[in-house]
């Protein structure tokens, strides 16, 4: 019987050792040849942002350019693992959707994505970057480049609240917290605040707290601002029993069913949660206020972008489609179907989303999104400091860490990812 | 004439079972209790014990929003394939290791048995890029080729055979059969119950592999159900009445093929009876 | 001269194995190693930099640690379900068809559609089991808060047990019913006959089993990617899901690739130890 010996396992050791030096022989770091058809166009997309009005667009691009469309849909982080590979491989597709602003600049620095000021200025008529709101703008540009051109804006720290249970909305944190306590009943919460780091960003947004200061290596500071975030939320939950402690998964819907469930009288979130609240529930007398005021008011900035790999093989075509799929006219449409708040001036202006009382509510969000720390994105770090803040924010919101130290640790371990 | 362990043993053992059993059922029930919910009730944030109405629709549904047919060949093909796959060579390596004498078989066995160690992502990246060199991208042997064999099967099968007598093989031998033909009509019909695991096992897991076909797939009409799934959940919640419907779907045809090899394993136990 | 012709012989049948396991394991994942000796931009030649990174990073430091308590637990309360639902089984008891059926259901289905599922019924404020709780008037559980892994190692168990159940069963099959026959007439008890014959016949099965379970249970990363995503804090961030969130989140590949080979040895040396034992015993 092959009973493993020390030898055997050294030959094994060699074995592996010259396979591993053949295989470097076929290394991916060779570009893999384009097979793909040269008609065939891919897209890859959210799979929550698969709007009727943009697959108009598409498919009368494909149209007027004689072009087979190959739309792709995933979940954020299966796109994100599906666009490692592909950039890795060199197969890659013409067109991405940017989950956030800042992965163009750290996929662009890389060199895996193209620049776009080249594009945009021989455009005009595009109007990039005059019409789009500057903070979408300025986050998705390092030093002077730009990697992805916006496509929605959206803001998370809008105040939704039941009218059934809240008469006027809370404006300042300190009316924020006697209405939760005061709202806190039997079944019902106050507030429910969510699992997801994300979510912490209106909060210490509000303290007039920077996430990352990446030229000066700091974290969430002032320290003193964010300690006072943090407690605030920690204290909504442990000490005034005004938020369930919320659950660690991967859903951030929980806030928000318990608000459809009457089971929270507000929570602090973005318009996302809009639709899924009317569809739910549509009985509930839903309010929609501006983000609160601590020693600001703030909101933090969330909405995708469009991207151009760069080993696409058309850019000229991508940057089209790019103009067709944010033109102001395909925005406002979006808006009509689906509710989402766009990047554009123009759209912000239209009579439309002006008259619309919601869109409002988030036109004033937007007004105040806090500013982006370009240079965390340029660092190529910012996913991994990322995963670090979200495991801090855990501890703090659901097992109960005490904040200072959690924070020092926090701020301890992403200088040292830097 | 049945012996008993102690007085009451058959209830015991069924109150075991019960219990086991609910744990196993109740969650799979309520999943089709999501599957029939209408969206409302599904956002509603109230769990649903039975739903108001029972939403059919939500199967027809899936088919609309996405060739489901289509996923649900390309995943047949593809489980299918590496199946018969795995049951043409799991077991004859598996028979190598267990019954021949060779020199270097010691390390070659460690060696099988290395590639089980890492996680497939690993050698996922290279594979992608030789492939997309290959075209073999959006086509059915990008999907089957990287999961032709693999150590688990290998090493199930070379367990079974073990404890076979050697005296099989030797009065073959004598019979001056050769070495193929041994394994053919002497070891493998003796390998019904642990073919008919390691089929069930190889179409189970390939069926349900999500990773190699998310990233060896670009093209819709080559997508598997899998990952036609994920096209439910939205940006910020899951659209869970779809979702389970689809994972009802999923899970047809596994339960079917563990509805044959249940008989093979009768069979199985019928064999082992006679002797 | 009947040796050397037998080792032709078996080298002939692993022929295709070879070819196989070298082009699509050994090539790759040597390949894929390799650039565990640079840096996060595959450039800089870092040489075992990556490796002593991992040794004092207290994220894989404690993804290890707890990754080998999930591995034990879930290898030693699966194997011991499945054991005794396959003896139970394996008894002429009128509905054992159903029963195994029954059992195996959770392996049949894809474990992100269990990790799912288990998610949704969890949930503490918004999930099926509290709803039930309260209406028996039992107060809530917050298990994925208060005891994140044991809820992980239960969900694997959940799901595995089947399939455990069916590899001792398929074991249980091939153990002849003449031993047993034989034992009888010699007046040996039914206890004394599991342990004088059915658990030293099974030591192949058994050893398969917790070999694979092992091997599985190390590299488990789909749950915790599924159903918690790593948390609470870093709570369920198993090694492997460590290993997956350094290669596709942080894009540090170079580092990525010392973990698995880190994994890789951590694996072998305990899987062999374990075979070595098992091949002994049953000598």
Same mark, same amino acid.
């Given at each position: 019987?092959?009973?493993?010996?020390?030898?055997?396992?050294?030959?094994?050791?060699?074995?592996?050792?010259?396979?591993?030096?053949?295989?470097?022989?076929?290394?991916?770091?060779?570009?893999?040849?384009?097979?793909?058809?040269?008609?065939?166009?891919?897209?890859?997309?959210?799979?929550?942002?698969?709007?009727?009005?943009?697959?108009?667009?598409?498919?009368?691009?494909?149209?007027?350019?004689?072009?087979?469309?190959?739309?792709?849909?995933?979940?954020?982080?299966?796109?994100?693992?599906?666009?490692?590979?592909?950039?890795?491989?060199?197969?890659?597709?013409?067109?991405?959707?940017?989950?956030?602003?800042?992965?163009?600049?750290?996929?662009?620095?890389?060199?895996?994505?193209?620049?776009?000021?080249?594009?945009?200025?021989?455009?005009?008529?595009?109007?990039?970057?005059?019409?789009?709101?500057?903070?979408?703008?300025?986050?998705?540009?390092?030093?002077?480049?730009?990697?992805?051109?916006?496509?929605?804006?959206?803001?998370?720290?809008?105040?939704?609240?039941?009218?059934?249970?809240?008469?006027?909305?809370?404006?300042?944190?300190?009316?924020?917290?006697?209405?939760?306590?005061?709202?806190?009943?039997?079944?019902?919460?106050?507030?429910?605040?969510?699992?997801?780091?994300?979510?912490?960003?209106?909060?210490?947004?509000?303290?007039?707290?920077?996430?990352?200061?990446?030229?000066?290596?700091?974290?969430?500071?002032?320290?003193?601002?964010?300690?006072?975030? @943090?407690?605030?939320?920690?204290?909504?939950?442990?000490?005034?029993?005004?938020?369930?402690?919320?659950?660690?998964?991967?859903?951030?819907?929980?806030?928000?069913?318990?608000?459809?469930?009457?089971?929270?009288?507000?929570?602090?979130?973005?318009?996302?949660?809009?639709?899924?609240?009317?569809?739910?529930?549509?009985?509930?007398?839903?309010?929609?206020?501006?983000?609160?005021?601590?020693?600001?008011?703030?909101?933090?900035?969330?909405?995708?972008? @469009?991207?151009?790999?760069?080993?696409?093989?058309?850019?000229?075509?991508?940057?089209?489609?790019?103009?067709?799929?944010?033109?102001?006219?395909?925005?406002?449409?979006?808006?009509?179907?689906?509710?989402?708040?766009?990047?554009?001036?123009?759209?912000?202006?239209?009579?439309?989303?002006?008259?619309?009382?919601?869109?409002?509510?988030?036109?004033?969000?937007?007004?105040?999104?806090?500013?982006?720390?370009?240079?965390?994105?340029?660092?190529?770090?910012?996913?991994?400091?990322?995963?670090?803040?979200?495991?801090?924010?855990?501890?703090?919101?659901?097992?109960?860490?005490?904040?200072?130290?959690?924070?020092?640790?926090?701020?301890?371990?992403?200088?040292?990812?830097? | 004439?049945?012996?008993?362990?102690?007085?009451?043993?058959?209830?015991?053992?069924?109150?075991?079972?019960?219990?086991?059993?609910?744990?196993?059922?109740?969650?799979?029930?309520?999943?089709?209790?999501?599957?029939?919910?209408?969206?409302?009730?599904?956002?509603?944030?109230?769990?649903?014990?039975?739903?108001?109405?029972?939403?059919?629709?939500?199967?027809?549904?899936?088919?609309?929003?996405?060739?489901?047919?289509?996923?649900?060949?390309?995943?047949?093909?593809?489980?299918?394939?590496?199946?018969?796959?795995?049951?043409?060579?799991?077991?004859?390596?598996?028979?190598?290791?267990?019954?021949?004498?060779?020199?270097?078989?010691?390390?070659?066995?460690?060696?099988?048995?290395?590639?089980?160690?890492?996680?497939?992502?690993?050698?996922?990246?290279?594979? $992608?890029?030789?492939?997309?060199?290959?075209?073999?991208?959006?086509? $059915?042997?990008?999907?089957?080729?990287?999961?032709?064999?693999?150590?688990?099967?290998?090493?199930?099968?070379?367990?079974?055979?073990?404890?076979?007598?050697?005296?099989?093989?030797?009065?073959?031998?004598?019979?001056?059969?050769?070495?193929?033909?041994?394994?053919?009509?002497?070891?493998?019909?003796?390998?019904?119950?642990?073919?008919?695991? #390691?089929?069930?096992?190889?179409?189970?897991?390939?069926?349900?592999?999500?990773?190699?076909?998310?990233?060896?797939?670009?093209?819709?009409?080559?997508?598997?159900?899998?990952?036609?799934?994920?096209?439910?959940?939205?940006?910020?919640?899951?659209?869970?009445?779809?979702?389970?419907?689809?994972?009802?779907?999923?899970?047809?045809?596994?339960?079917?093929?563990?509805?044959?090899?249940?008989?093979?394993?009768?069979?199985?136990?019928?064999?082992?009876?006679?002797? | 001269?009947?040796?050397?012709?037998?080792?032709?012989?078996?080298?002939?049948?692993?022929?295709?194995?070879?070819?196989?396991?070298?082009?699509?394991?050994?090539?790759?994942?040597?390949?894929?190693?390799?650039?565990?000796?640079?840096?996060?931009?595959?450039?800089?030649?870092?040489?075992?930099?990556?490796?002593?990174?991992?040794?004092?990073?207290?994220?894989?430091?404690?993804?290890?640690?707890?990754?080998?308590?999930?591995?034990?637990?879930?290898?030693?309360?699966?194997?011991?379900?499945?054991?005794?639902?396959?003896?139970?089984?394996?008894?002429?008891?009128?509905?054992?068809?159903?029963?195994?059926?029954? @059992?195996?259901?959770?392996?049949?289905?894809?474990?992100?559609?269990?990790?799912?599922?288990?998610?949704?019924?969890?949930?503490?404020?918004?999930?099926?089991?509290?709803?039930?709780?309260?209406?028996?008037?039992?107060?809530?559980?917050?298990?994925?808060?208060?005891?994140?892994?044991?809820?992980?190692?239960?969900?694997?168990?959940?799901?595995?047990?089947?399939?455990?159940?069916? #590899?001792?069963?398929?074991?249980?099959?091939?153990?002849?019913?003449? $031993?047993?026959?034989?034992?009888?007439?010699?007046?040996?008890?039914?206890?004394?006959?599991?342990?004088?014959?059915?658990?030293?016949? @099974?030591?192949?099965?058994?050893?398969?089993?917790?070999?694979?379970?092992?091997?599985?249970?190390?590299?488990?990363?789909?749950?915790?990617?599924?159903?918690?995503?790593?948390?609470?804090?870093?709570?369920?961030?198993? $090694?492997?899901?460590?290993?997956?969130?350094?290669?596709?989140?942080?894009?540090?590949?170079?580092?990525?690739?010392?973990?698995?080979?880190?994994?890789?040895?951590?694996?072998?040396?305990?899987?062999?130890?374990?075979?070595?034992?098992?091949?002994?015993?049953?000598?």
């Amino acid at each position: 019987m092959p009973s493993l010996d020390r030898r055997s396992f050294l030959q094994l050791g060699l074995g592996a050792t010259v396979l591993g030096a053949v295989g470097t022989g076929c290394s991916p770091a060779t570009p893999a040849a384009q097979k793909q058809d040269a008609r065939t166009f891919t897209i890859y997309w959210n799979a929550g942002h698969g709007y009727q009005v943009y697959k108009d667009v598409i498919d009368q691009f494909g149209k007027d350019h004689d072009l087979e469309m190959n739309w792709q849909k995933f979940q954020w982080p299966d796109l994100t693992t599906k666009l490692t590979a592909d950039f890795r491989s060199g197969n890659v597709p013409d067109l991405v959707e940017e989950v956030s602003a800042g992965t163009g600049t750290q996929y662009g620095l890389a060199g895996n994505v193209l620049a776009l000021d080249e594009f945009a200025t021989a455009d005009q008529a595009f109007g990039f970057p005059g019409d789009f709101i500057d903070q979408a703008v300025v986050a998705r540009q390092y030093e002077g480049t730009t990697y992805s051109i916006p496509l929605h804006l959206t803001a998370n720290g809008l105040v939704f609240y039941n009218k059934e249970m809240i008469d006027k909305p809370p404006a300042t944190w300190d009316e924020f917290l006697d209405l939760a306590r005061s709202t806190t009943k039997d079944k019902v919460s106050g507030t429910a605040l969510n699992s997801d780091a994300s979510y912490a960003a209106p909060f210490y947004s509000q303290q007039n707290v920077d996430f990352s200061q990446v030229g000066a290596k700091q974290f969430m500071v002032p320290q003193d601002g964010a300690r006072k975030a @943090l407690q605030f939320m920690q204290d909504l939950i442990f000490t005034h029993k005004a938020s369930p402690a919320p659950v660690a998964t991967t859903d951030y819907s929980g806030p928000q069913k318990l608000f459809s469930a009457e089971r929270a009288a507000m929570f602090v979130s973005g318009p996302w949660d809009i639709g899924p609240i009317r569809q739910g529930s549509p009985d509930i007398d839903l309010g929609l206020a501006v983000p609160l005021t601590g020693a600001v008011q703030a909101s933090s900035m969330a909405g995708s972008g @469009l991207m151009i790999p760069a080993k696409a093989k058309d850019p000229e075509l991508s940057w089209e489609l790019i103009t067709r799929l944010t033109a102001v006219k395909t925005e406002l449409a979006a808006t009509k179907e689906s509710g989402m708040s766009m990047p554009r001036k123009s759209w912000a202006a239209d009579p439309a989303v002006a008259a619309d009382p919601n869109l409002g509510t988030i036109a004033k969000a937007l007004a105040v999104v806090a500013d982006q720390d370009v240079a965390l994105a340029a660092s190529g770090k910012a996913a991994q400091i990322t995963e670090l803040w979200k495991k801090a924010y855990q501890q703090m919101i659901i097992q109960h860490a005490p904040v200072e130290q959690t924070l020092a640790d926090f701020r301890k371990q992403a200088g040292a990812a830097l | 004439m049945r012996e008993r362990l102690f007085p009451g043993d058959r209830l015991a053992a069924y109150v075991v079972l019960g219990a086991l059993g609910l744990v196993t059922v109740l969650p799979l029930l309520y999943m089709i209790v999501l599957a029939l919910q209408s969206d409302a009730e599904v956002q509603s944030g109230d769990p649903v014990l039975w739903p108001a109405e029972l939403q059919w629709s939500n199967f027809t549904r899936l088919f609309e929003a996405a060739p489901f047919g289509r996923f649900f060949v390309n995943s047949f093909v593809m489980a299918g394939a590496i199946t018969v796959a795995h049951l043409i060579f799991d077991p004859l390596v598996g028979y190598v290791f267990a019954k021949m004498d060779f020199p270097g078989k010691r390390i070659a066995f460690v060696a099988v048995l290395s590639t089980l160690m890492v996680p497939f992502f690993v050698r996922m990246l290279p594979i $992608y890029a030789i492939f997309a060199n290959l075209g073999w991208i959006d086509s $059915y042997q990008g999907l089957i080729v990287p999961f032709l064999m693999d150590a688990y099967g290998i090493f199930l099968m070379r367990q079974f055979i073990k404890p076979l007598p050697d005296e099989l093989i030797e009065a073959a031998r004598v019979d001056g059969a050769g070495e193929f033909r041994i394994y053919l009509r002497v070891i493998l019909p003796q390998c019904k119950p642990a073919m008919a695991v #390691l089929g069930l096992f190889t179409f189970v897991f390939q069926w349900n592999e999500f990773l190699w076909p998310l990233i060896a797939t670009s093209r819709t009409e080559m997508r598997t159900l899998p990952i036609g799934l994920t096209l439910f959940n939205q940006e910020y919640f899951t659209q869970w009445n779809l979702t389970a419907a689809g994972a009802l779907l999923l899970f047809v045809p596994t339960a079917l093929f563990f509805v044959i090899t249940q008989k093979f394993l009768v069979e199985g136990i019928a064999l082992s009876g006679l002797k | 001269m009947i040796r050397r012709r037998q080792a032709a012989t078996a080298w002939l049948f692993l022929t295709p194995a070879v070819l196989f396991f070298t082009l699509l394991f050994f090539l790759p994942i040597g390949n894929q190693l390799l650039t565990g000796l640079y840096d996060a931009d595959g450039v800089s030649f870092v040489g075992l930099g990556n490796f002593s990174r991992a040794l004092s990073d207290p994220e894989v430091v404690h993804s290890f640690l707890i990754t080998l308590l999930y591995a034990a637990g879930t290898l030693i309360v699966g194997t011991a379900v499945g054991l005794g639902l396959a003896v139970i089984l394996n008894q002429a008891l009128p509905g054992r068809t159903l029963f195994r059926s029954l @059992l195996l259901i959770p392996y049949l289905t894809s474990v992100s559609i269990v990790g799912l599922l288990w998610r949704n019924i969890l949930d503490p404020q918004v999930g099926i089991l509290n709803r039930l709780l309260e209406s028996l008037g039992l107060p809530g559980q917050t298990w994925l808060s208060t005891h994140p892994l044991a809820t992980i190692v239960g969900i694997t168990v959940w799901s595995g047990a089947g399939y455990t159940m069916v #590899l001792f069963l398929a074991g249980l099959q091939g153990i002849p019913g003449l $031993y047993y026959e034989a034992a009888r007439i010699d007046g040996a008890g039914p206890w004394r006959r599991f342990f004088a014959i059915t658990l030293p016949l @099974l030591a192949p099965t058994t050893l398969f089993v917790s070999i694979i379970g092992l091997i599985s249970t190390l590299q488990q990363f789909a749950l915790p990617y599924i159903v918690t995503g790593g948390g609470p804090g870093n709570a369920t961030s198993l $090694y492997a899901h460590r290993l997956f969130i350094v290669a596709f989140n942080d894009n540090d590949f170079g580092y990525a690739s010392a973990l698995s080979v880190l994994l890789l040895i951590v694996v072998l040396v305990l899987s062999l130890a374990q075979l070595r034992i098992g091949d002994r015993a049953n000598a």
